[in-house]
């Protein structure tokens, strides 16, 4: 028995890194989905962002993270960004010195999803600096606290920041923030001074120090961690804003691209497709043969955001595809119910087509769209949970076990030096 | 460097130059034909991970690089960007400056336009900003006080009454509710359990009085309200290192070697 538990107590540290690594991987590689249910904080958010895209007023949004908590704050800002441009909201965004690649990455690729443009739908404002100042001189002066935007072009030019004079006229502001002193400089600077409705996108390590300024009601809701970006996506997933997604670039980078381009370079195309083929110059039309007849990959990245900006632009138009079509697309009971919601998110119109591309295309579409990271992340994350919880009670059971065996050993010894 | 440490870094430099070549070659990693910065990219970022990882096996030279890697590009990376933000784009206005071939002082005062601002409002915290480079001499290091002083007195004039309102008014304000009549009607159970766990974590690091007698069961409560909080707040943790190992994870099995679709 001694010998037995002993093993508990000196396992190599290896082995549990090990077990981990397997832990994670083995969900990933073997997929499967676990239900997420999103929290009254999260649910807030989505709720408060959802009302200002309505109320047509700009959301703020200050990426306060560079790659070091990518994996924690990405999916919350991708998720919040394909909410904002698919109901058609403003986005103002600020960076910090070390993000900003990251951040006009993310940026261009939900804004090529959606068809935002910018100026007009969302102006990326870069890094300014001042820390704390900056807060308290966007509260008084935006346009003094950013004249210009990461480009260099004039905020009073363009729409989404035209009206934008100090932090109230903001609809709300969220804090993307990777570490508790630049939350805490939004709620004591931004939010308390100008009365913000703010809400906080935060890594793991700092959620449960917010939980009281949810109570108080400074912030109106949070987003913490990988589980709170994956409780978002979830309420993207049943408003239908994965619906609305059109074709992205980095989504055919991973795609199988030589189907899509055989369809594409095929006799039998739809209206559809012959738009898109007219839409791309003579050299590009070769390198998509030369991706079929080659059967590998021919597009340089350049050219395969052409032909994604070329499908893009098909999907806006409504004469391409033909009206009995779309009535004939098999629509699951769940999509039906969406498409009946009424609700600011919803632009019918444009989820019938994407549907009608993925029956077009069949699966290779659909596969090529990866909608939710965060909600594919937690499998792995909470199958770890369940093993580190399991650990955790046999660690604690056998010590509790070592120490009963101990006391009952030396109990014994006692009595047996008194007889 | 020792030669058992070089020959490692070598052997691993090798071993990875032969699983990219191989990955292009087989077209698992996109290669448009020409000199791809963006696959590159991904192969230099996958050594580095695998670098740093090898520690948890056993510290060794692999990681050493890496992580010295990860500090000159870091620190280099945020220099080059706060001199070409703040100097470069905001204080000298380059752009306009090289636009319209204005000189030193020229370009000062086409940036102090833009910025809407008058030309002292630049000049004088770039002074004060280039004081603290001060630091680096024996002679001049005490002019560096100077901008020290200028932001630790702003920062304390400004932050003390928002700090009061924003983390003690406002916070009392949960605790301060009528706890017979909660948001959903009946009682407010919540409110109650904030409020005993404010008074007797309060108690418990109060420390002019033994804890002896009435004390000793509201400040062991209070012991039990902490540990709840440093629990909820290690679990918070493990889970945000887990998401980044996760996202690393991700990262080379789906990005790098395409084995998770």
Same mark, same amino acid.
């Given at each position: 028995?001694k010998?037995?538990l ?19 991987l083995?969900?990933m590689?073997?997929p ?14 989505y ?7 309505a ?14 908590a990518?994996?924690e704050?990405?999916?919350?800002a991708v ?8 109901s ?6 600020t ?5 900003m ?11 090529q999803?959606?068809g935002?443009v910018?100026?007009?739908?969302y102006v990326?404002?870069g890094y ?8 308290i001189n966007?509260g008084?002066?935006?346009v003094?606290?950013y004249p ?10 363009m ?9 109230r ?10 570490g508790?002193?630049s ?6 600077l931004?939010?308390g001074?100008?009365?913000?409705s703010?809400g ?21 809701g ?5 589980v ?10 049943e ?47 070769d390198a998509?043969?030369?991706t079929?007849?080659l059967n ?7 050219e395969?955001?052409i032909?994604?900006?070329a ?9 391409l ?18 498409l009946q ?10 989820i019938?087509r994407?549907l009608y ?11 090529a769209?990866s909608?939710?990271?965060a ?7 909470s199958?770890?949970?369940?093993v580190?919880?399991a650990?955790?009670v046999?660690g ?6 070592d120490?009963y ?7 014994q010894t ?6 | 460097?020792k ?38 990219g ?8 695998i670098?740093?990882?090898? @520690? ?6 692999l ?7 990860f500090?000159g590009?870091s ?9 070409y ?9 380059r752009?306009?400056?090289?636009? @319209? ?5 020229q370009?000062?005062r086409?940036?102090a336009?833009? @910025?809407q ?7 004088v ?8 480079y001060?630091r680096?001499s024996r002679k001049y290091?005490w ?10 007195g702003?920062?304390v004039?400004?932050?003390?009454p ?7 008014l406002? @916070? ?11 948001p959903?009607?009946g009682i ?7 409020l005993?766990?404010?008074?007797t ?11 002896k ?7 062991r ?19 945000a ?11 080379l ?9």
């Amino acid at each position: 028995m001694k010998r037995d538990l002993s093993i508990f107590f000196n396992i190599d540290r290896r082995i549990i890194f090990l077990f981990v690594f397997l832990t994670i991987l083995l969900p990933m590689v073997f997929p499967f989905s676990l239900p997420i249910r999103a929290t009254k904080h999260v649910r807030k958010v989505y709720e408060a962002v959802d009302k200002a895209a309505a109320e047509g007023r700009p959301i703020l949004l200050a990426f306060e993270f560079d790659p070091t908590a990518r994996a924690e704050l990405e999916p919350a800002a991708v998720a919040i960004l394909r909410q904002i441009f698919a109901s058609g909201g403003k986005a103002v965004i600020t960076g910090v010195l070390t993000g900003m690649s990251l951040h006009e990455q993310i940026i261009a690729d939900c804004a090529q999803e959606y068809g935002a443009v910018y100026g007009r739908d969302y102006v990326y404002l870069g890094y300014q600096p001042g820390g704390p100042a900056l807060i308290i001189n966007m509260g008084q002066d935006f346009v003094s606290a950013y004249p210009r935007d990461a480009y260099g072009t004039d905020v009073r030019t363009m729409d989404a920041t035209r009206n934008v004079l100090t932090l109230r006229d903001f609809g709300y502001v969220m804090a993307f923030s990777a570490g508790l002193g630049s939350i805490l400089n939004w709620i004591n600077l931004g939010q308390g001074p100008y009365s913000l409705s703010l809400g906080a996108t935060v890594t793991g390590v700092i959620a449960p120090d917010l939980y009281n300024y949810l109570d108080s009601g400074q912030l109106t809701g949070m987003l913490g961690g990988l589980v709170g970006a994956a409780q978002y996506e979830q309420l993207l997933k049943e408003n239908g804003v994965y619906l609305m997604r059109r074709f992205a670039a980095p989504d055919f980078v991973s795609a199988r691209l030589p189907a899509l381009c055989r369809r594409l370079s095929a006799t039998d195309r739809t209206a559809l497709e012959q738009f898109v083929w007219n839409r791309l110059e003579a050299k590009q039309q070769d390198a998509v043969r030369a991706t079929v007849e080659l059967n590998y990959d021919q597009l340089s990245r350049d050219e395969k955001r052409i032909l994604a900006a070329a499908l893009n632009e098909a999907l806006e138009r409504e004469d391409l595809v033909p009206a009995t079509d779309l009535e004939r697309l098999r629509l699951t009971e769940e999509i039906r119910a969406l498409l009946q919601k009424p609700g600011p998110t919803m632009q019918k119109g444009r989820i019938l087509r994407r549907l009608y591309v993925e029956d077009l295309w069949g699966p290779l579409v659909r596969k090529a769209h990866s909608d939710a990271q965060a909600v594919r992340w937690m499998t792995p994350q909470s199958v770890t949970h369940l093993v580190l919880i399991a650990a955790i009670v046999v660690g604690n059971a056998c010590y509790f076990a070592d120490q009963y065996r101990h006391k009952r050993g030396r109990s014994q010894t006692l009595q047996r030096e008194e007889q | 460097m020792k030669r058992s440490d070089a020959l490692l870094i070598i052997i691993f430099l090798v071993l990875m130059a032969a699983i990219n070549l191989t990955l292009v070659l087989t077209h698992r990693l996109p290669w448009s034909g020409r000199w791809d910065w963006s696959t590159f990219g991904i192969m230099v970022a996958a050594a580095i991970t695998i670098a740093l990882y090898s @520690q948890l096996y056993s510290d060794n030279a692999l990681f050493r690089m890496a992580e010295h890697m990860f500090v000159g590009t870091s620190v280099g990376y945020g220099l080059i960007m706060s001199w070409y933000v703040a100097w470069v784009t905001i204080i000298l206005n380059r752009k306009a400056a090289l636009a @319209q071939g204005l000189g030193f002082w020229q370009a000062i005062r086409e940036g102090a336009k833009v @910025q809407q601002l008058g030309i002292w409002s630049l000049v004088v915290p770039g002074l004060l900003g280039l004081m603290v480079y001060t630091r680096f001499s024996r002679k001049y290091g005490w002019l560096s006080r100077i901008p020290f002083a200028v932001m630790i007195g702003f920062g304390v004039g400004y932050s003390i009454p928002t700090t009061i309102s924003a983390n003690l008014l406002t @916070q009392l304000k949960p605790m301060l509710v009528d706890l017979l009549h909660g948001p959903r009607g009946g009682i407010y159970w919540n409110g109650i359990v904030i409020l005993i766990g404010v008074l007797t974590t309060l108690l418990y690091f109060f420390f002019s009085a033994e804890h002896k007698g009435a004390i000793r069961t509201p400040s062991r409560v209070g012991v039990w309200f902490l540990m709840v909080a440093f629990g909820a707040s290690f679990g918070y943790t493990v889970m945000a290192r887990l998401s980044l190992l996760i996202g690393r994870i991700d990262f080379l099995f789906r990005e790098w070697l395409p084995l998770i679709r």
